[in-house]
């Protein structure tokens, strides 16, 4: 009608009647050309490789404007203060970003246990729609994201004299937060949230039996505990109104350094699994469950003799507390080393781990290599040291080599994950095998359940 070809799409559903035959336009040669050209792009454009690049590519970039502005931000203020204010900062986001740190982990966890067909789900006993590592990394993108975005807030609004306005930043943070963590509507994947709390509530009181994902979360706990201490004392200010502040610094305030609250905080995981051990041999009657209760125990006076330094004088502090802080120290270390080595992890079954079910760069790089075993045992046992020293309050206030060696600890809970997981994936396969040897098919299914009960006590009323 236009003098031009008129071409529509070759499976158009209004040129066709029900049952009739697909209608086929005559194209230009060029159309055609022009036609798959358009489409090969738009296909280009919506496959998997590109969008995932381009999320990449505005992650980081989002996360270098942050990095810019906050840099910025500090860099303006003046020489007295930009130290103290930023350590101040640093209290607030150092523990939101460190367990940040332990969800990306956490997804690498399961990512690897999906490809070397570790049946997590059995082991912690989850339903069938529990999160997989693809939602935990979404979960961790949104916190690394939404953290960052009220850091760089704070430093800019407090840079620019808005000292009100900065000062509600981590105060909002958290409350949004709990708010997510609690809020009872079926979003923010509420079957996990709500699984994860009643996890919590069974470790403050191990009255009921004890399952692996109790002891599990808290074992994680233990690794977690100068962050939870960092934690308490960002709380306690904000509830004190000392927010974008210095009064804190002062070493007697009450959420000063010197706060006997802040070693109360550090021991709590510890004694935690230690109740929890004392639960589980009430339950089997197992020795073993009283030796590791004793190891927990140690860590007790590593933790309180430290904290005499700030209310004893230097002489006493060097020639009486330290070197029994120290042996605390090396008992709690190789104690805790050991115990690894030898029982949760089992070196019978390390030739099987990262056998992935389809053959990649990784599980040729780490798939029975003899390195790999002499790292993960070397690195444990320095780790364990360092994460006791962590333990003190030499380095209470030296906030870069505490975030350092926190985040050491996390790793080493995150290398530590592996074997133990795996170790209890092996006990269930093995039993089911040596099942299939010994009974009839019939009684097989009833035996296999018997002995994941034996790892997990108890299922949870809440399955995600």
Known sequence: ????????????????????????TNLGENDLKNSSMQLGTIAKLRSPLVLSSLKVALYVGGLYVCGKIGWESVMKMGLDTRELFFYETFLYYNPLLLITMMVWLWGVNLWVFSRTGVDYAAIFYLGPDHLSHKEIWKCARWMTTIILTSMTAYLYLYSHGDVSLAASQPIVLYLSALIILFIPFDIFYMSSRYYLLWTFWRILFPVQTVTFSDFFLADILTSLSKVLSDLERSVCRMVHRQVATVAWFEADSVCGSHSAVIPLVLVLPYLFRLFQCIRQYKDSKDIANIWNAGKYLTAVPVIFLSALKYFIDQDTWTYSIQPAWILSGLANTFFSFFWDVLRDWDLSVFTRIFKFTKPNVCSHLLYGRRWVYVWVIGSNLILRWTWTYKLSAHLRNNYITVFIITFLEIYRRFQWAFFRIENVWYKINNSKRTTSHQTNPVSIQNDNISEQEKLLPHSHSLRV
């Open 1 to 24: 009608m236009f003098g031009g070809v008129f071409s529509v799409p070759v499976n158009n559903p209004h040129l066709r009647k029900s049952g009739s035959r697909l209608i086929i």
